[in-house]
């Protein structure tokens, strides 16, 4: 369990990380840089969360095991391209309501295109930044099909996976397999409560403002 927990802590943070900071940055320009081609792969985006895992999984996991990528990075890479769709999503409403003046203001004192990001556009994403941790850290702690498609070896089993070697062909560890699950809600029940007051404010302004 407690090798469990720090694989599922670790994908859960470095994807979740790696989610916030590309996606940002994609919104970002994606919403400055109003051209055809910018909404075309912003309508890309979004029309990928129609398809459903089921039916790119097997041809996924085909590909990746050819590029030998069937472990933790792996897995954390497939976690950055399944999560960014609906975060690009939440970023580009809310930076739509951002006034582009202050950017502008910012160029003329002198910054350049990243310190005008990271200074003055990123600070104002607190809402949708902490509703995109939530929404990530929560479905990567609980993913079972993925981790079992991809990770082979005992070490890299997140939690999903342990609880599932708890019920066997011939036995049921209920009392096991019980306090596995209290144990492992712990974390992402004390995260969200920590967090929650931004969700609704993240998602009901980024739809707004869309």
């Avoid at 469990?4 to 940002?24: E, H, M, R, W």
């Avoid at 992402?188 to 869309?210: C, D, M, N, P, R």
């Amino acid at each position: 369990m407690i090798a469990g927990s720090k694989q599922c802590t670790y994908d859960a943070s470095l994807s979740t990380i790696f989610i916030v900071i590309l996606t940002s940055m994609a919104a970002w320009m994606l919403v400055r840089t109003k051209t055809f081609y910018s909404q075309c792969i912003f309508f890309l985006f979004a029309a990928s969360m129609l398809i459903p895992f089921q039916a790119i999984m097997l041809p996924l996991i085909n590909i990746m095991g050819r590029f030998k990528m069937l472990h933790p990075a792996g897995l954390i890479f497939m976690y950055i391209g399944f999560g960014s769709s609906l975060s690009i999503i939440l970023y580009h409403g809310f930076i739509k309501g951002i006034p582009r003046a202050l950017e502008e203001a910012a160029i003329i004192d002198g910054c350049n295109v990243f310190q005008v990001f990271w200074k003055i556009v990123f600070p104002l994403l607190q809402p949708t930044t902490v509703t995109v941790s939530i929404l990530n850290v929560m479905w990567i702690w609980n993913d079972f099909l993925l981790p079992q498609l991809v990770i082979n070896k005992p070490q890299w089993h997140t939690i999903p996976l342990r609880m599932f070697y708890f019920f066997g062909q011939y036995s049921k560890k209920w009392n096991l397999a019980l306090a596995g699950l209290v144990i492992s809600m712990i974390p992402i029940v004390v995260f969200y409560l920590g967090a929650q007051q931004y969700i609704i404010k993240g998602v009901t302004e980024g739809s707004i403002k869309s």
